[in-house]
């Protein structure tokens, strides 16, 4: 009986999962190299010999490239300090280092145009003239702040693997006399690799698919803002196809050299430590350096955040070729809550990330009781289909769902049907395409808060209520969602927070103004002449506050496990 449940429930979640996931992938590939029933190259060669497309891939693979080693210049160093030495105010400092997750680089990036514009606080404060501090084209703006907001990932991953270095290795090799960085260098950085790079990974593919905060900074010569540009000609014009096909191998490329190269030692992780790890007090200099720097990284990474508030509070117009806003004003959080505008975006997306959110507790229980609780030889491969969004930008599944809205609403049986027309034509209602893509794009966060749920709580249980005669639906009701409720909820709400403030299927499949969520209210509120950016920044904070509170309450319930959710 219960192979027989393994085996539907394993059947369920790989086609729900093949239909939500890899029909729009397979649209995408198919737009770039079939055009009118023919298969064709033109359109990918096209792509690189095109000099726009092949600038704004280059440009973005810059941005990825450059957004990774400042991410891993700020976490490694951070990680490391945290694993090794007990320090004044490390408790706080350690939970307050992973408060950009709070704040969409998109929304910081409001902020930090006020503080580090050509006419903004920092040029002001100092008397300096009109130094552009985010860089000429707004690169260095842009890499900066994707590095300041997804930092916080490769911190969590790298974490988790020095906690699981047994410290027998580093002290044999202290007796044999390698010390310092040597050790470092030589033991410790290839024991914790497979983690780096599996948050290195993640890194690396969501800064160069990022859409919103070059969007923002206005640095339109890359490819996802190329992409964004071009969905006016998504029905006729087949390079954006074959662009967003670049972008998408370019991430499958990645995510299978870090699996191939690093996923097949992360054995070594495994293995329980033969000694306990434990961090030692620092002193001296060390006491002050490293509060110190993470202090320092914290001012940093806080700016946009700042900005934000700043920006939130200031009275239309008062914010200019000035330290702070010469004005202040609580107007614009009212604003904020009754603009008929942002009323509707809230409660679109409350809609949107509840529904997302009952698919994932659906889909990602089932996807975690065949991994953990049967004995299915193929359950590793349902495990690795339901983490492939993780490894598959969200710019490259919202277009893969324009693509099939595309499609499907062209079909004569949906033009004849309003009904149907609801449904599969984004230009009227996005909603469906909308909650499939949150709840695709959060399903590994509440797969990996279940699977962890299950693993830590013992099967006798339900066994034992088995063997009474309980039908396996009563187990599930009555015994195992009971144990794992903790852990559920904790998934539940990264999944409804982050779908909440997803940026890139928000911008792209949101095209009607009344079905407009927070993330895409804020674009165009930025856009908006006169107090619109004021407006957006108070919405913006109260997204902030939501999301804080979010993350606090799923890391009281899932501790240091957390890191796990961010993982390849």
Same mark, same amino acid.
């Given at each position: 009986? *219960? ?56 440009? $973005? ?5 450059? @957004? ?18 007990? %320090? ?124 919103? @905060? ?36 370019? $991430? ?18 495994? $293995? ?10 620092? *002193? ?47 107007? !614009? ?35 975690? %009781? ?86 830590? @709580? ?47 299927? $928000? ?7 009344? %079905? ?10 930025? !856009? ?41």
């Amino acid at each position: 009986m *219960r192979q027989r449940w393994a085996i539907l429930t394993f059947a369920i979640a790989a086609l729900a999962l093949g239909a939500l996931f890899f029909v729009p992938l397979a649209m995408v590939i198919g737009g770039g190299f079939f055009v009118e029933g023919r298969f064709t190259l033109r359109y990918l060669a096209g792509v690189f010999r095109n000099p726009v497309y092949a600038e704004g891939l280059f440009n $973005s693979l810059r941005i990825a490239i450059g @957004t990774s080693a400042l991410a891993t210049l700020i976490a490694l160093p951070l990680a490391w300090l945290s694993n090794r030495y007990d %320090f004044p105010g490390k408790r706080w400092l350690c939970s307050l280092i992973l408060a950009p997750m709070i704040l969409p680089p998109f929304v910081g990036a409001i902020g930090l145009q006020q503080m580090l514009g050509v006419y903004g606080a920092l040029n002001s404060l100092a008397g300096w003239g009109p130094v552009d501090w985010l860089g000429r084209g707004r690169y260095f703006g842009v890499v900066a702040l994707q590095a300041l907001g997804l930092y916080p990932i490769l911190y969590l991953n790298v974490t988790a693997a020095l906690a699981n270095v047994d410290p027998a290795m580093e002290e044999a090799a202290e007796n044999l006399g390698c010390t310092g960085a040597r050790k470092f260098f030589r033991i410790t950085l290839p024991l914790i690799m497979p983690g780096f790079f599996a948050g290195l990974a993640i890194v690396f593919i969501w800064s160069f698919t990022e859409l919103g @905060t070059p969007l923002i900074l206005n640095y339109t010569r890359c490819a996802p803002v190329q992409v964004f540009d071009a969905l006016k000609e998504i029905g006729s014009n087949p390079f954006p196809y074959a662009l967003v096909f670049v972008m998408l191998s370019c $991430s499958a490329l990645l995510y299978a050299a870090v699996k191939f190269f690093f996923g097949r030692r992360a054995y070594a992780m495994q $293995s329980k430590a033969a000694t306990v790890s434990a961090s030692v007090p620092a *002193r001296g200099w060390r006491a002050a350096a490293a509060p110190a720097a993470f202090a320092a990284v914290l001012l940093l990474a806080l700016l946009p955040h700042i900005g934000v508030i700043l920006n939130s509070v200031a009275s239309p117009g008062s914010w200019y070729r000035s330290a702070l806003p010469r004005e202040f004003t609580m107007g !614009n959080y009212a604003e904020a809550l009754g603009h008929s505008m942002t009323l509707s975006g809230i409660r679109n997306s409350l809609v949107f990330s509840s529904l997302a959110v009952g698919i994932n507790l659906a889909l990602g229980l089932a996807v975690a %009781f065949v991994t953990v609780r049967s004995t299915l030889r193929v359950r590793g491969a349902l495990d690795a289909l339901a983490m492939l969004p993780l490894a598959v930008p969200g710019l490259v599944m919202a277009f893969g769902y324009l693509a099939l809205s595309a499609r499907l609403s062209s079909q004569l049986w949906v033009k004849e049907s309003p009904f149907w027309q609801a449904v599969f034509d984004v230009r009227t209602n996005p909603t469906f395409f909308l909650v499939a893509a949150y709840a695709v794009r959060r399903l590994p966060y509440m797969v990996r808060a279940a699977a962890a749920g299950l693993q830590q @709580t013992s099967p006798v249980f339900e066994e034992a209520a088995a063997n009474l005669g309980a039908t396996p639906g009563r187990v599930l009701r009555r015994i195992t969602l009971p144990l794992i409720s903790a852990n559920l909820i904790a998934g539940a709400l990264l999944a409804f927070a982050f779908s909440m403030l997803e940026v890139s299927d $928000s911008l792209m499949l949101a095209q009607r103004e009344d %079905f407009y969520p927070i993330t895409k209210t804020i674009y165009e509120l930025f !856009n908006v002449i006169g107090a619109g950016q004021y407006i957006a920044s108070a919405l913006g904070v109260w997204a902030m506050l939501f999301l804080a509170v979010t993350i606090l309450g799923a890391g009281r319930l899932l501790g240091k496990r957390m890191g796990a959710l961010f993982r390849v």
